[in-house]
């Protein structure tokens, strides 16, 4: 039975007449995904489905039960987007019953968090405005047996992931178990990751937000070099396997001297040279370090022994280039005036605050589009933005493109290098990586 | 001759070596408008060439005089915008002369701005963290004429104009009278308005931070609504002929209850109910109002005096909507508990705001793809963005395409509606119009 | 029957031991009111009694029932002076019954707002991060008879009432009727006005807040001004009576160029010759105008016709400068180049804002006062600080002392004086207004 | 010879007329220090001089050579203090000779530092919006002999540091060293101070600004904490001798679960089970953490080896707690459900970002009588605020009071106790530290 898809809005006692969408999104809709083009290229394109409200849903009124679950690191707009999926369920749709689960993958099975949570209009009303996520989450507690049968006992057939590529592979292997099981039940993602390393998308939410606040850390590390006689400042941002949000704030706030991402490695005497020649030309010198970068100089640190008395690696490249910076200008500045080498680490301070308008507005966007989506029958789709469109990208292609990486021969980082005058490392120091 | 492009950096005493490009963007190069697609349509393309660096460049070394000049309201980003046409002159193509026009198209040739000045690297040092423009702006001061002659005398053949539709209309005008002259002369825009009602390209910059300073605004009227009995809370915000700052604003800040725009006109009467109809029902009600919606209100509004002794039409929407509202709810209402109206105009300090993270970043490639098309040899373009990439737009394109307006049937609006809960304006209403 | 004040905080489950104050305030201790002395002086020194925690409370655990009510207009801080009255009866002192009453004095009595509501510590955990007042507020409602009469009905014994002078006085009345009464009540104000006019005291609440930002609205204007040829910025900020934060907001934004307050009457020939050598000077002007400045000016402005069509006169001296200040520079200014004045109110957006740090910090000291003052059995006083202390200054001193004002003759004004460049108000001037 | 104080700023072509100050401060003017009074005590009042601008001045126009150095750690305010210092010298009194002396007490002596830079009112118009200090600064670099004979060279006779206690005891040798020379030289100081541990005054400039951005940061670890299964976040704040920041920023904060400050020593026992037993009530745990706190526990610390292989002992309590705490609950929580610490230092952010309202114009304040005072001919005072007035103290009576500690019996700490719900450390702990 196919049912048309008419806002129930009504239902909620707010407005008195009846109204619908002014125009369906039809499936045969498409997004091209490649938008550049060259003389010489074929024109096959590739595409994903556009996505927004359909016509005809799949679901009769009062037949869905909802989930909705944030997974991994937090991420500015986690509560925009739960917020707009409840609001959309419950007003677009009329859904009555949709579960908050806790503290990610295991909030569905672990006894502690029995009986889930039902979400109600009062419980999100405010939380958009804050930061981290209403629900919790967590990294772990995932096991699929358990999560398919807490699904299907809850007769739950909506389910809305939001989390990173991890969370999107076991997903996917929700997908199969639940279909496995015979059961009918959507599941839905929204990529999540404050690093912005997901593949083919546009950009993932909260990353605007997070390029304000890493700027406006490398602008406090500025303004403590710049005061000091030899001051170096180094900010460690986020960014385990990609340098989009070193690369993006060092563009936003200017003046930085160097930035060091996981797609192009230096030599430690690159860096070194580097920084003490700015020090001794300016006086001063600021430093991004992606947290994933200089992994091939991370190998040859020595071992430490932590607070707990553990003995282990360096782990932070920030705080090996630290000591490296402090020892090499030791022996090359004049004794009384040493370096003074401030290390900055927002990272939390970062992931915790609440999104910024242009981000709660895609959020709010992504939401609503996850939910049309699974009203028209979609399922093991994640709602993403492809080159300024709405779309549903299948959870396989978003994962097999993920974590994606920063281009060390495309734009962004050339504009790096034009505001830094870092230079190019030397071909040979690549070479004698491989 | 042509010539091969070189990152002069040498020059500046920055670096000692010499660099070039990653890689080169070919003239072939082009990126599609249309990317979504219907079964079936053709598939004939309408395209931009797009944006970046060239391998070669029309001009010598030490030939180009360059002159930048801002001009109409202000917008977050001028000063970011400003600032890296000047390095990327400066810097990259080892420019040294780049006057700065004053206060928009008088600056050209007001002898008050005689001799025009010549910017320096530490006269734009730090501009990009301020709101404004440092060369100052005006509306008006264009004589084409003057213009051209003092593009002439000063010899200068880059001229980069940053400015709104009226001003792109201008600069077109100028390219033109330079050709006819026969002087070899790039003009080059970059497009600027807080309204985004520049078609064609993905937003225009610093829509976003007005979009972030715009939710503020509201979220603060939601404050003085809430804790007043029957408070009402007017908020007009930006859009003489669009509403996209009124629309995402409010999609940002949420439990806004009406929103006005140009694009959608509602009669006098459906906007007293449903007001009337919040405030009964919740206690407060807060409105959004772009300050060009409700014209079709204004028509029949009464004259009043100013401040000055002047009768005159009542220009505001917002301030019109507060007298009617007063008025209608205070025979509805218990003569113990009027509405407490409360009006909100935070225009300026949107304006004047300096650009967040996004914007900066946004300005800096704007304005670094505006000088590589100059060196290029292009000229008559706009540096753009559309469908997630950057172009060249032809300002002739631009110009036919401004301003553009919100689609009244698109997905914007409808979250609105789904957001606000009011509903759309009935079809009669409509009809009445034409 | 004197008991012990014993933190009861057991009660609540949080701790399993049981503490005490670290010292307790005796009613002896007093703090000196008249702190800078000269030598002349004669040495009887004015005091107040000294806040802080007694040993010996005189209400028995189980016995109090307390009521907390904010009125008048919104004021940074509200929700953390509610949040701590709140947290000190309910923790320390084991009070369970605790009203709210909603939207100001009417509250009390109206039906609309019958059965009152008990605040239970979920409502009010999140609501000091957020602007204006939980608990709503209003103007006016005041009816002494049945606020007495609810107030014997409920039982309450512990009246908290949070407000500026105005709400003190009928404070006052509430407190002696109660007496006439022959109940038990103790009456406790906690002084609340943005405009910082409340005398006797060393600042009201949210003062901090306000300034900072009134002068971030300050900045703006600035931005604006500064970019326009012949800008000029009017912003007119919250003072009826005194020129608190117009002063201190100018002192804090700097660059000011004038600067009109309530204590001082300039005259208008001096306001416009002073602003038109500004703008001849130095291309632009910013003014700060307190919304009680220049009644002198107004008595005789002409009378205008507002958008319900009704006439009155001027209320606003703001736009009325803008318009003599248009109408005196069109004939002086060369016809291409007039002034152009953009007109700023941030009134809303400054009271709705939450409070800053300090100004918590503030609240929450007041509160807890208060409620330690309530307990040892004083009633008809207000929780103050004067001269860096705690105080508990009676009802009766501090409206005798409001609204106070601004020393015309002081350091604040004459500090103004030299950072705005603007002369002092001619003798003729003053003189003539007698 | 004495000559009138009069306001020369005719000679800056600012007005035309010339002014004076409404009302000058007498010598004998004195601010009481005791405010506080109990019955038994005995009336001898303890009083400094009122600053404020005096009558008579002890220095000629024209005759006025000035510097200003900034000493020590970045503090909000600084560039506030030097611009206000530059303008009240230059404006008011005419001073043509102003000197910034760069990166402390170096600045003064050091070759690189020749010649000394004369400020200019385009140097420092701007700088008041920024953080930092515009003429850098620096620990060390103290010379006596140097800094004395660079002075005398110079012709300096108005000397003004801003600087901590160790800057202050410094300035009052330099004044001395200058004495013994017969030298007609003022020595002014600013106390500036992050910590505001400095004796006898109010509080230190900045200090307000500090407790917003250390709030903020609690929030973040705040927000991280929630949204974690057993979250802990520890928030290190600056005060190495005192908890003033750290007590105040949770204050303003809320919802801290603990706050261990260098005046109060608790045994590590009690911190694990106090951190134990939140997290297991509540489910997650936010500690602030002064970075001089504990200095009981790190005695006992084990060794570590840091990232430039040193062996060191554990420098960090904030570090040391977070191995403590893992271990501890490691064996006491579910393996699956271990703490996830957050470690979170904000120091620098805080100490870079510009002063807030108030903060400037307390600053603004500090500057302008510090500069009334040497005028006046005081020398070896700071300026400074006690009990909400303005006053000199001597340097020798700051520096005997400084660094000054919280009360661990006051107000404060009682007030910090009541929102942790934690207990004050066990007496033989206490005992135990004799």
Known sequence: VERKNVLVRTKRGITSGETTYNRFTRDQEVVLVDVARYEQENHEAKCFVRAGPRERVVWAPGEVKACIVTCGGLCPGLNDVIHELFQVLYYNYGVDVIYGIRNGYRGFWHEKYRPWERLTPSMIAH?????????????????????????????????????????????ELIMQELHRRKLKVCVVGVPKTIDNDVGVIDRSFGFNTAIKHASTAILSAMVEAQCTPNGVGIVTLMGRHAGFIATNATLAAKNVDMCLIPEVDYSLTEILEHVLAVVSRQGHCVMVVAEGAGENLLQDAPSITDESGNVKKVGSIGLYLKGQISAYCASRLPAEEPVSIKYHDPSYMIRSTPAEAEDRVYCLQLAQNAVH?????????????????????PISVITAASPSRLNPKGRTWERVLSITHQREPKKKQLASKL
Chains 1, 2, 3, 4 share one sequence.
Do not use: C, P, W
């Open 127 to 171: 939380i958009s405005q804050q930061g981290g996520t209403f629900l919790g989450s967590s990294r772990g507690g995932y096991d699929l047996e358990k999560i398919a049968s807490a699904i299907e006992e809850h007769g739950v057939n909506q389910v809305y992931i939001v989390g990173g590529d991890g969370t999107h592979r076991a997903a």
């Open 373 to 393: 989506g699974a009203m028209a029958g979609y399922t093991g789709f994640t709602s993403s933005q492809v080159n300024h469109r709405s779309v549903y990208v």
